[in-house]
């Protein structure tokens, strides 16, 4: 019938499982660093390869690293500036929970369609936790947005220099070897819902 081909196609091409999932491997799964260099004039001082590793929650102010001072043996220990682990924290949270919510109505469309289609009460139920997870996708995107942004500007390469002592010195070079890689939560902030939930009501109402 129509409506199990309609049920198909969203199960299979906008499925949230699959949403979900995508979502909190990407940002849930993030680890990235960035690599800089302080050259001294005494190169005995200098650190040409300064590691620093982030990851998911991204208390970034909890990332700590050593930095030549370029004045002897002296070292500066400096920390990440932010902290971004509520807003990725609720992104991930609400993407395992529907994750759980979908797969258990994925069940019920395909065993229990007979009592699914009883009465309205079931499709009514689907569509009110469809809307607050909608909802809750919009709010949980948005903070994560905010705070993916915080997060590139706390670890770009030329702010974390800007940290350090050595680097307001002219006459010590002061570089970033590469920058951390981005892309897979950029992709994270990117989302499809809107769809799913189209297709979603479709689904509802043509039952």
Not at 193 to 201: K, Q
């Amino acid at each position: 019938s129509n409506i199990i081909l309609i049920t198909a196609l969203f199960l299979l091409i906008c499925s949230p499982q699959l949403f979900a999932i995508f979502a909190f491997a990407t940002c849930g799964g993030y680890s990235g660093g960035l690599r800089l260099s302080v050259d001294c004039v005494n190169k005995t001082e200098s650190n040409l390869s300064i590691d620093i590793a982030f990851a998911y929650p991204f208390r970034l102010h909890q990332v700590t690293f050593e930095v030549p001072t370029c004045e002897g043996k002296e070292r500066q220990k400096l920390a990440l500036i932010g902290d971004s682990s509520s807003s990725a924290e609720f992104f991930v949270t609400v993407a395992v929970f529907a994750f759980l919510y979908s797969l258990a109505a994925t069940v019920v469309y395909i065993f229990f369609q007979n009592k699914y289609r009883e009465n309205n009460r079931g499709p009514l139920i689907d569509f009110i936790v469809t809307v607050v997870f909608s909802f809750l996708w919009l709010v949980g995107s948005s903070a994560w947005a905010k705070g993916l942004s915080d997060v590139k500007v706390a670890t770009d390469p030329k702010e974390v220099l800007l940290l350090m002592s050595a680097c307001k010195q002219p006459s010590n070079k002061c570089m970033a070897v590469h920058s951390p890689v981005m892309s897979s939560l950029n992709t994270s902030v990117v989302s499809i819902f809107h769809l799913c939930f189209t297709v979603h009501i479709f689904v509802c109402q043509s039952k």
